[in-house]
């Protein structure tokens, strides 16, 4: 199986056969639109998961990764709503994702624990769980094949625009699909930052295969973003494989399902990161010459975190002093003599000294939406890219406002 | 020796007995103004140093470094320009810093390893060695008592205003004084951010004993301070001490001169604080309940980086759930059934839920110019304190410009 087999395509969520979703309005924003989604597989499907690795985590992050082992990985549906994270409100809000689970199993014939649920919003606010009982009904009536733009837009929470991805891939006689969407951190209300990620597909994975490729695709995408470094208390990635496609998933074909699945994840992942509140580029991070993989990807967050770097590159600075600064705190091998910095293909220091001739081509660059920064650590062969976006004066205007 | 023994004084650098400084212009700044720095003593101090981790180390660094070494932690004298950072200037660079110092060796008749260097500004530029070497006979000239705020104010780069210190303690019938100057990150020109401090004492303390004083103090003050999470390629900080006093330190007063010594760094840190880029509040952050001291220092670190955290308290929102989001992702030991949070002395989550009735009373709070935020992570008994700036539009339109 082969790279060329992996195919980009319009589409979503319901992409994959035998998945149906809906959005619908419950009353949770106060501003009123979408609010509550709901993905559901027509057949039990298995279910795998990556959840926050924050200490502080939100009820439905608590209530989802006890469905999953409760069920052993076997999911019918996906309940999400926007508006409130349901995180730091102690046991009533546990009951409520609980609820919210139960509501949904209810009016899908399903079991409880065979729904997986997850919330985004406001920190520290009880869930209007009455809301959401209420609006469940007129979501899974509305539940539907082309309804998979509606989901997208009911996780949003001022994220700029919705976040879609859809790929296939040819294996053997059969084509399965993959599909996704995603929502970011677009913030106007603050405390929203969380990222949320849903996946389908009508491949037939078995939970612990499943598992295994999503954590792969998450780690290389989603795991290699960063808007500004911060880790929500709600953030989960979910994927549902249902087998409507007939074919499965084993070791013979693993690596082309895996390169398709990363391919959707990374479509979702650079939606965030354009989505980024008050992000004007989209900023790719490469570190080299890294002693490890560790390291590679350590500097390369600390670059890619560096309100430094990211102020500079807002301003179209060629400023590569920042990146070889970053590079040398940022707690891996580094060896000044042997480092470079390149900004696009403009080499702007090596072998111990500047170019700042070519500051002038490396500054019209980074006048781009689109662009690249590059550092060779001189102490190894190790490589890793993180993205990120650049940090604009629109982004503390969008986290100063008060709440209210 | 207690507390009491400490008076806070003004002054700064020439406050103790025997030491000159001067501050002149030597053109190293494209726009003009005082550039030179120069701190002596009359007679050979004991010397310590302490800095920057970075592993991108300026020149002037490795040349203090080397001089320490060299003269077993005796010193006369300090040198320092500002408007040019001297790192990643390759052996060219070195060697500036090197005539640099043995300049003013001649000039003071002392040797080479007697004098210590120091450089803040842009790096990847070329020293211009020939305009320090024409200006540090005028400088050498100008070195008096009352020069110590001519010297402060040529360290600065475009700090918002120059950072001077002195304390006084009676040590038995003797009493000594501890002056200081630093320069912080006020950046209108990128690449600035270095930080600097230079401390000077009539007391006489032998060299092992200042380095041990010099980083007991520094961890608590200096390294407790942070504007935006970036460590320099030429922090350092710096001492003298010449026992013009007639006193010695030793242990039966160290306590004391200690906590004289951290009296002058903590004003010093707290000025770089508040004049950090773009800031309009100083921010105290402590962290409490922390399985170990470590661990509550890493946390209040992170709380203290955190743009979500610094951009909310600029808006004076009480974002309480940022800050437990922010704790629960610092990798640290933390129970969110046992944690609590405050603003000021109003607390708004406790026992695993919200009090946002009293969020109006934090609102009211956060809008003065010094505020205070404390979490208990509800994990053991460690704290930690640690002091910041709040996240500015203006932090980003100072390191947005483009260096030209």
């Given amino acids: 199986m082969i790279a060329d087999a992996v195919e980009t395509r319009a589409g979503g969520i319901t992409s994959p056969r035998g998945f149906r979703a809906a959005g619908v309005s419950a009353g949770i924003k106060?501003?009123?639109?979408?609010?509550?989604?709901?993905?559901?597989?027509?057949?039990?499907?298995?279910?795998?998961?990556?959840?926050?690795?924050?200490?502080?985590?939100?009820?439905?992050?608590?209530?989802?990764?006890?469905?999953?082992?409760?069920?052993?990985?076997?999911?019918?549906?996906?309940?999400?709503?926007s508006g409130c994270a349901n995180a730091c409100t102690g046991d009533e809000g546990l009951q409520a994702a609980r609820d919210m689970a139960s509501e949904t199993a209810r009016l899908l014939g399903c079991r409880e624990e065979q729904v997986l649920v997850a919330s985004t919003g406001v920190i520290g606010v009880a869930l209007p769980i009455a809301k959401i009982r209420a609006a469940l009904p007129s979501a899974a009536s509305a539940l539907a094949a082309d309804q998979g733009a509606e989901a997208a837009r009911a996780i949003m929470t001022t994220d700029p625009f919705p976040k879609e991805a859809a790929a296939a891939v040819h294996l053997g006689k059969a084509t399965i699909a993959i599909g996704g969407m995603a929502k970011g951190s677009g913030m106007i209300e603050p405390m929203m930052a969380t990222m949320l990620g849903f996946l389908t597909t009508d491949a037939n994975v078995p939970p612990a295969l499943l598992d295994r490729a999503l954590r792969a695709a998450v780690d290389e995408t989603f795991n290699a973003i960063t808007v500004d470094g911060e880790c929500s208390t709600n953030d989960c990635v979910m994927i549902l494989a249902n087998g409507a496609s007939g074919l499965t998933v084993d070791d013979s074909n693993y690596d082309a399902f895996l390169q398709a699945l990363k391919s959707v994840c990374l479509k979702l992942a650079l939606g965030i990161v354009r989505g980024g509140e008050g992000a004007t580029k989209l900023v790719t991070v490469t570190v080299t010459g890294a002693a490890s993989a560790d390291d590679a990807r350590r500097a390369a967050k600390a670059i890619a975190n560096s309100p430094l770097v990211k102020t500079a590159i807002h301003g179209a600075d060629p400023n590569w002093g920042r990146l070889i600064a970053v590079a040398g705190r940022a707690g891996v091998a580094f060896d000044l003599s042997r480092a470079s910095v390149a900004i696009g293909t403009t080499v702007l220091f090596r072998d111990g000294r500047p170019y700042d001739d070519a500051a002038p081509q490396a500054a019209a660059y980074l006048k781009?939406?689109?662009?690249?920064?590059?550092?060779?650590?001189?102490?190894?062969?190790?490589?890793?890219?993180?993205?990120?976006?650049?940090?604009?004066?629109?982004?503390?205007?969008?986290n100063a406002d008060y709440r209210t």
């Fill in 368 to 398: 781009g939406p689109d662009v690249a920064v590059s550092v060779d650590l001189g102490a190894g062969r190790a490589a890793a890219t993180v993205w990120t976006c650049d940090l604009s004066a629109e982004y503390v205007r969008i």
């Fill in 30 to 81: 106060a501003h009123g639109g979408l609010d509550l989604a709901v993905i559901a597989s027509d057949t039990p499907c298995s279910a795998a998961a990556v959840f926050t690795l924050n200490k502080a985590q939100a009820a439905p992050v608590v209530v989802s990764r006890e469905h999953l082992a409760r069920s052993g990985g076997v999911a019918r549906a996906i309940v999400v709503n």
